[in-house]
């Protein structure tokens, strides 16, 4: 709709009127001027409708369920409450009474565990959504938008990492989602959601895409929108105008628990990825792993080391035995690229290793000593995380100190082939005190340094010609180990 500024419009009449009586001839703006003048809306708003009646005969609400014991705290809270307080609070649900007790204690009943959302992707009953939702649980209820029910059977091992997990039922000729490309997916696009908030059954919401591949410290990117998402939604679609899938609805940002504006979504490609090895031979999901420990480059450190740039994955400790290990990777390396693929950051790493099927030759870039070298690395098999051990300081410390480490605020000594054999390094000195700029640089007592700006350390000697040559106008950086992580920090001298 046009709106028209009527007191411009009698301004210009009350000129036209004043100069006539003047005598003077007036040209007013034709009509179709001002016309030609106002903005045109580019597109109409969306209309939902045939979307839902496309897509909604697929999304399916979930309810699982589990045996307990009667507590003496009465029946427990909603299956939409506790699956609120699984979810988004991260903690245990507390039992609330509701009303007076019924059962024995030592009574076993079933009760609701949560409440949560899929979508059909076979239409002989195939569903996908998200495995915090059937974790754990003794009997999945898939109810369908024509009221049938039917019990599910959890389909392989559902995969906590990415959040997915696939059930099936035993059903027939049933309505089938279409799956999008998540690539064309563009930022400002408009997406639906279908889900079951608070147990409300086939609820549509709709929003815009915020975001791609937001990093949320999770192994996937997510799709950030502002679709309104509850607890409840877990595992439902996010759909895309042209009806077709291109994530699933799995996390919300809030303070409150509640919806602040804030959605994210499983891409549906890397789910698609889960969900078919989920329904394969082996039920579980495969993942590469070259054994590396890794955290980001700072900005700092990019370009005291002759990087440009932060980007890439630091190597702050390698597994020994890994393939990292045979490889050559060392700790301190920054891993640049990964089969020639740019890593921009150091979450880019494991997803792009995990998705290499085991037993994959693959190359890694690696920047090391201020030059970047290729490294030929086997990919293997994804396994628990192992703890990582520290390194116990031994009785026999070394004594001594360096003119060159007193003016950083340091005090240094050799190593010993003890601890050499122990922290696995061929040199490197020992910090054997931290005083002033390199106590606010974060260095500490035990730490061994192993390089000075680009140029590797093995003794004292070493340290004190690399120290000797460094530019003293800018942040030193330094790369040193601790236990058995490695991490760059920077002494910013004195001037």
Not at 144 to 161: H, Q, S
Not at 268 to 285: M, S, T, W, Y
Not at 356 to 375: A, H, M, N, Y
Request: aromatic letters at 4%; hydrophobic letters at 40%; a positive charge.
């Amino acid at each position: 709709m046009i709106r028209i500024h009527w007191n411009s419009l009698r301004s210009h009449a009350l000129a036209g009127v004043l100069a006539v009586a003047a005598g003077g001839a007036v040209l007013l703006p034709a009509a179709p001027a001002l016309a030609q003048s106002a903005p045109q809306p580019r597109t109409g708003l969306p209309d939902f409708v045939d979307l839902v009646e496309q897509v909604g005969p697929a999304v399916v609400n979930i309810r699982t369920m589990e045996r307990a014991r009667s507590s003496s705290q009465g029946p427990q809270m909603d299956e939409e409450m506790q699956e609120f307080f699984r979810r988004f609070f991260g903690q245990p649900m507390p039992n609330v009474p509701r009303g007076p007790r019924s059962a024995p204690d030592d009574e076993q009943r079933e009760r609701p565990r949560g409440v949560g959302s899929g979508f059909i992707i076979t239409a002989d009953g195939y569903v996908m959504t998200n495995a915090h939702v059937v974790e754990g649980a003794e009997e999945v209820l898939v109810t369908l938008p024509d009221k049938r029910e039917f019990k599910a059977k959890v389909v392989g091992t559902p995969d906590k990492r990415t959040d997915v997990a696939v059930i099936k039922i035993d059903a027939g000729g049933l309505p089938f989602v279409k799956i999008g490309d998540v690539s064309k997916l563009k930022v400002g696009e408009w997406v639906m959601a279908i889900g079951s908030p608070f147990g409300l059954e086939n609820t549509v919401t709709a929003g815009i895409v915020s975001a791609k591949a937001r990093d949320t410290g999770d192994y996937l990117p997510f799709i950030q929108t502002d679709v309104a998402i509850n607890p409840g939604n877990s595992g439902g679609p996010l759909i895309n105008l042209r009806g077709e899938v291109v994530g699933i609805n799995s996390q919300i940002y809030s303070r409150s628990g509640g919806f602040m504006g804030i959605s994210f979504a499983i891409p549906i490609d890397e789910a698609i990825r889960v969900a078919d090895q989920l329904r394969g031979p082996n039920g579980r999901v495969s993942r590469g792993r070259i054994g590396v420990q890794i955290d980001q480059v700072t900005k700092d450190v990019a370009e005291s080391i002759g990087l440009g740039k932060p980007q890439g994955a630091l190597v702050r400790s390698v597994e020994p035995g890994s393939p990292a290990d045979k490889a050559g990777v060392e700790a301190g390396d920054i891993i640049t690229k990964f089969n020639g693929q740019q890593i921009d950051k150091a979450t880019d790493l494991p997803r792009m290793v995990g998705n290499t099927k085991p037993g994959t030759r693959s190359t890694i870039t690696v920047f090391r000593r201020g030059g970047s070298r290729d490294l030929n690395v086997q990919i293997a098999e994804f396994e628990a995380e192992k703890p990582v051990r520290r390194a116990q300081a031994p009785d026999d410390k070394p004594k001594g100190g360096s003119p060159a480490a007193q003016s950083l605020g340091l005090a240094v000594a050799e190593l010993t082939e003890a601890q050499k054999k122990e922290l696995k390094v061929k040199g490197g000195v020992r910090v054997e005190g931290v005083a002033e700029t390199a106590a606010r640089a974060g260095i500490r007592e035990g730490d061994v340094i192993l390089q000075i700006g680009n140029t590797e350390i093995s003794n004292v000697r070493e340290f004190d010609a690399a120290v000797g040559k460094a530019d003293r106008t800018k942040p030193i950086p330094v790369l040193l180990r601790r236990g058995e992580l490695a991490t760059y920090l920077l002494i910013r001298p004195a001037r």
